[in-house]
Nanobody, 126 residues
Framework: QVQLVESGGGSVQAGGSLRLSCAPS????????MGWFRQAPGKERGGVAF???????RYAESVKGRFTISKDNAKNTLYLQMNSLKPEDTAMYYC????????????????????WGQGTQVTVSS
């Protein structure tokens, strides 16, 4: 059974930083894309940041230059460093894995991600 456990969420003031972590278990295949989605109340779930084989990354336009995704292969842990946080970054953040190749245009599409974590809340106050 595949489990993705997120941690690192919390409350922070605007301009602050948080680092999210995601540790997959029960998953031994080479994931093609791993990353983070977020969903705010009343809004659709949207892609935030993703990392593929070889370290290729893709970011949503709204977080470029502020968020950095990375993966520690030795620890099998995914990270999302979030800097210069804004109130509009407030959401539940979900870690996800797409265990199949994705065309570049589909990387941010949640329909192609098979494994999901339970989410970790990020709240940014103004």
């Amino acid at each position: 059974q595949v489990q993705l456990v997120e941690s690192g969420g919390g409350s922070v003031q605007a301009g602050g930083s948080l680092r999210l972590s995601c540790a997959p278990s029960g998953y031994s295949d080479s994931s093609y894309w791993m990353g983070w989605f977020r969903q705010a109340p009343g809004k659709e779930r949207g892609g935030v940041a993703f990392i593929g084989i070889g370290g290729r990354t893709r970011y949503a336009e709204s977080v470029k230059g502020r968020f950095t995704i990375s993966k520690d292969n030795a620890k099998n842990t995914l990270y999302l460093q979030m800097n210069s946080l804004k109130p509009e970054d407030t959401a539940m953040y979900y870690c996800a894995i797409a265990p199949a190749p994705l065309s570049w245009g589909f990387v941010l599409d949640s329909r192609y991600y098979k494994y999901w974590g339970q989410g970790t809340q990020v709240t940014v106050s103004s």
